[in-house]
């Protein structure tokens, strides 16, 4: 069955530091998103990416995050200056109608020290 | 904006016990029902989803829900839990239509515990 994979599964940084998360989606899917998980708590809406623009991001995607799809297969994202406060499992899933079936990842755990 | 509420945050059930979990959502128009499963340390899975038709959904593992549309409910229920079944339990909905980046909001899961 068809996966969508993250990289790295855990990384540490300090804060103030960028950090790039990828992912790479299913290769028929054209619909990509990134969804974050505070310890805890639910899994929360950042953003949604189709013909490469972003479609919908929620409040939490600020100034310091960005996506970007380098080179058709790749979905990453950046977070340019780390805060404590975005230590959590960042979750990448992709659709192929945008609708109806989303596939995740495993995650990346983020820690920011 | 569409929210999800489960009413359940942790429960603790024997093997081979009846499931029920709670699920509702508010949202004026047509929506999608999810339900995900994570396990420990793993991603979400998705259990069942509706989009329309027989209100009654089954999906993996032996799980069915049951859209109420009247009472704004998508209830997930198994007949006999396994201690395997122990994860947090994910409803969600999105809005839209094929051809819409639509995406998933969450409610605050249900950590379900099966004990031997």
């Known amino acids: 069955e068809p996966e969508v994979t993250q990289t790295p599964s855990h990384q540490v940084t300090q804060m103030g530091q960028e950090v790039i998360l990828r992912c790479v989606p299913i290769?028929?899917?054209?619909?990509f998103y990134w969804y974050r998980q505070i310890l805890g708590q639910k899994v929360e809406f950042l953003v949604s990416?189709?013909?490469?623009?972003?479609?919908?991001k929620s409040e939490i995607f600020d100034d310091q995050f960005s996506v970007e799809r380098p080179d058709g297969s790749n979905f990453t994202l950046k977070i340019r200056s780390t805060k404590l406060e975005d230590s959590a499992m960042y979750f990448c899933?992709?659709?192929?109608?945008?609708?109806?079936?989303?596939?995740f990842g495993s995650g990346t755990r983020l820690t920011v020290v | 904006a569409q929210s999800v509420s489960q009413h359940n945050h942790h429960v603790i059930l024997s093997e081979a016990a009846s499931l029920e979990l709670g699920c509702n959502y508010s949202?004026?128009?047509?929506?999608?029902l999810f339900w995900y499963v994570q396990y420990p340390g793993q991603h979400l899975q998705l259990l069942l989803k509706?989009?329309?038709?027989?209100?009654l959904v089954k999906g993996i593992k032996g799980f069915e829900a049951e859209f109420i549309k009247s009472k704004f409910s998508f209830n997930l229920r198994k007949p006999s839990v396994q201690w395997s079944d122990t994860a947090e339990y994910f409803c969600a909905v999105n809005v839209g239509n094929t051809g819409t980046a639509s995406k998933l909001t969450f409610g605050t899961g249900t950590r379900l515990q099966v004990t031997l």
């Open positions: 990416f189709y013909n490469n623009e972003i479609s919908e």
């Open positions: 899933a992709s659709s192929d109608t945008g609708v109806y079936g989303y596939t």
């Open positions: 509706y989009f329309s038709g027989d209100p």
């Open positions: 949202y004026g128009g047509t929506v999608n």
């Open positions: 290769s028929n899917h054209l619909y």
